[in-house]
């Protein structure tokens, strides 16, 4: 499950004002669990400060 390669198609992410890659919501939905890392897009609602998911 982890460390799995998922082919990435053009709408799993865009880059934003300072050239990095952000992934959507569809990525990580795709990917199957969430790495809490807090990312922007994360469908599983894992907050960070609390280490829990909403």
Known sequence: MYNQKIPLEDDDFYLNEQGYRVFTEKY????????????????YGYDKKTDTFK
Do not use: V
Not at 33 to 43: D, I, V, W
């Open 28 to 43: 990580h939905s795709k990917r199957g669990y969430c790495c809490k890392n807090a990312c922007k897009h994360c469908p």
